[in-house]
């Protein structure tokens, strides 16, 4: 039970754990393990975290917010030499695939 105490608190919206729930039921029956098994009060204390949560956010006008663009640390053609680096040694090694096969 320990390791759905760990999933459940990664759930982090009132709608992914619906998903999280209604995946867990259909695994449960499934492999035709009891529902009884599941610690219903952890998924109901979890819901209703959620839903104070989300409550709150709704009331204080809880807007999300992205990261600001950020400054690029390398230069457009540091990353395509990035990119030409990996296709050379992707021809190299298809080329010694093939050697070896022969």
């Known amino acids: ?9 990664e759930v982090s919206s009132t709608s992914e754990f619906d ?8 695994a449960l029956m499934r492999y035709g393990v009891p ?6 009060q952890t998924l109901s204390e ?5 839903e104070e ?4 956010q709704e009331k204080e006008g809880y807007k999300s917010t992205s990261r600001p663009p950020r400054d690029s640390d390398a230069s457009d053609d540091e990353v395509r030499s990035l990119f030409d680096d ?11 695939s093939k050697t070896s096969t022969h």
């Open 86 to 96: 990996r296709n050379r040694c992707e021809a190299v090694v298809e080329r010694e």
């Open 19 to 26: 998903s999280f729930e209604s995946e867990l039921t259909s």
């Open 35 to 40: 529902l009884a098994t599941v610690s219903q």
């Open 53 to 56: 949560k989300e409550a709150g």
């Open 1 to 9: 039970m320990g390791e759905l105490t760990e999933r459940v608190s």
């Open 46 to 50: 979890h819901r209703e975290y959620l």
